[in-house]
């Protein structure tokens, strides 16, 4: 077993602590390749945030569990060598099962989310419990999740989504001990969030959901999932060279903005990343469409995502210079 500290890794604890109090999240950037870790640690360095790295089990599938470990302590260097050890949690993203929680937390992850929204309410109590004992041994923080959030992403997939029942959440928090709870207020996974047309204004985000779980488990940490922003500029960059993402929508970046000075203190963003290493490689290849250098689109788009995460850092987050 490799323990996370050995990584020079952090839990989320005392982030989640910090962030409440100075009326902040912490960015959950989720990554799958070498590129998108580089750009996750250059904006965050950059705007001396701290950062959640995210991997879901997809992901960790992709990417290798072994070369992941090597990743994250490559992570935690190259920020010291940067000039600026900010503080680095690697957290599993919607782990569906024991087994994965527990082979994560076995491979250097100081954080594991167990999902079990799906399920009736008192197996998803019986799930999140027994991965919260056996991650506590370890002093690794545990995020669980009441209510489905709509869309798809990696081998997250829901046609509809139930709003989290604030009654359900003193009684679930109390009996499972879990470090923070992901609610669902109307965030929604992947590009394709919400079934609306250019200048239409998505549904706003359910305040009344997330002010009532505040006055039911006050101090408590509280998770939005689903909340790219799916900005339209990115979207019209990659159909003006040759894509097709009609009628996208996502979450107001204000609304984000207002979560996170509430007891929200960890926001998770990855398709607004993907559009935006897309939209690069897509000039790329339009421009130059004799280019075969990896490195002539990759660097572009790492590029992109770096630019992009630290407007989310300062402008929607409001994490910078709070590591």
Do not use: W
């Amino acid at each position: 077993m490799v323990h996370y500290e050995e990584l020079g890794l952090v839990n989320t604890r005392d982030l989640f602590k910090k962030a409440m109090r100075g009326g902040y999240a912490i960015p959950a950037f989720n990554f799958n390749n070498m590129e998108q870790l580089q750009a996750i640690v250059a904006a965050s360095v950059e705007t001396k945030s701290p950062v959640i790295l995210q991997v879901s089990k997809g992901a960790r599938q992709y990417a290798n569990q072994t070369l992941l470990q090597y990743m994250a302590k490559g992570a935690v260097e190259v920020a010291r060598e940067m000039g600026y050890a900010i503080p680095i949690a690697l957290h599993l993203d919607h782990g569906d099962s024991f087994d994965l929680a527990k082979s994560c937390i076995e491979t250097g992850f100081s954080s594991v989310m167990i999902d079990g929204s799906h399920l009736p309410y008192e197996e998803n109590i019986k799930l999140t419990k027994r991965v919260v004992e056996f991650s506590h041994k370890y002093n690794v923080t545990v995020e669980a999740e009441l209510g489905v959030l709509a869309g798809v992403e990696d081998d997250v997939s829901s046609q509809q989504s139930h709003y989290t029942k604030p009654e359900e959440v003193e009684d679930f928090v109390k009996r499972t001990g879990v470090d923070s709870l992901a609610i669902s207020i109307g965030t929604s996974h992947g590009a394709f969030k919400f079934k609306v047309k250019r200048g239409e204004t998505p549904p706003p985000l359910r305040f009344d959901i997330l002010e009532e779980v505040e006055r039911r488990i006050p101090g408590f940490p509280i998770v939005l999932h689903g909340a790219s922003s799916i900005p339209q500029n990115i979207v019209d960059e990659i159909n003006k060279y040759g894509g097709k993402l009609d009628d996208t929508a996502g979450i107001s970046e204000d609304q984000l903005r207002r979560a996170a000075k509430s007891a929200v203190c960890k926001i998770n963003i990855d398709s607004d990343g993907r559009l935006a290493m897309t939209a690069a490689i897509r000039k790329v290849f339009y421009e130059k469409p004799d280019e075969f250098d990896p490195r002539k689109y990759l660097g572009p788009a790492r590029d992109a995502l770096r630019e992009l995460y630290k407007q989310k850092i300062i402008n929607v987050l409001g994490s910078d210079g709070k590591a």
